[in-house]
């Protein structure tokens, strides 16, 4: 087994009072902790399936990219299993550096919502639209649950741990 290599842990943000402020405050903290556990993660164990349900690191990471891409861009997903499976050329600082830049496209267009209770803007879509609010909880959701799976792959992986 490797030697553990123990990261720092970063704390939970403190952000400012306001709701858009905690939401977002939360959002990007955990947007930094998924990115944080894949880069550097060795190939090719990072794309190996550690557990049964076929899951790996990098397949997460693949997977966020999508989610954040549907829920503030505005893009259809029509085979969300796929999303958890990298092609073979994404490499860890290829994935890595799409993600920032997903989630560098996606706070663009949270900066120019300021009402919480408002529809998400979904150019190109059809069909009501989910509150800004909700957007932002569900991907509190859905990234702090899969960068606990990725915490445990990484580990898995290599002995890494922290944030």
């Known amino acids: 087994m490797p030697t553990a290599s123990r990261r ?3 704390p939970p943000p ?16 955990l947007r ?25 690191l990098l397949g997460l990471l693949n997977h ?5 891409k549907a ?5 259809t997903v029509t085979d969300w299993p796929a999303t958890f499976h990298p092609t073979p ?10 993600y920032r830049a997903t989630v560098d496209r996606a706070n663009k267009v949270l900066d120019a919502c300021g009402d919480l209770a408002a529809p998400l803007p ?20 859905e990234t702090g649950r899969h960068t606990g799976h990725a915490d445990i792959l990484r580990e898995l992986i290599d002995n890494t741990t922290g944030r």
Do not use: C
């Not at 403190?14 to 903290?29: I, M």
């Not at 050329?89 to 799409?98: K, M, P």
């Open 14 to 29: 403190r952000t400012a009072n306001s709701e858009a402020d905690v939401l977002r405050g939360f959002l990007d903290y």
């Open 122 to 141: 979904r150019p190109g879509r059809s069909g009501s639209a989910p509150s800004i609010r909700w957007a932002l909880t569900h991907m509190i959701e």
């Open 71 to 75: 829920t503030f861009l505005g893009e």
């Open 89 to 98: 050329q994404d490499s860890v600082t290829d994935l890595v550096a799409r």
């Open 32 to 56: 930094a902790s998924i990115a944080k556990k894949v880069d550097g993660a060795p190939e090719p164990r990072v794309r190996t399936p550690a557990v049964s349900s076929g899951t790996n």
């Open 64 to 68: 966020l990219i999508a989610v954040e």
């Open 8 to 10: 720092r842990d970063t």
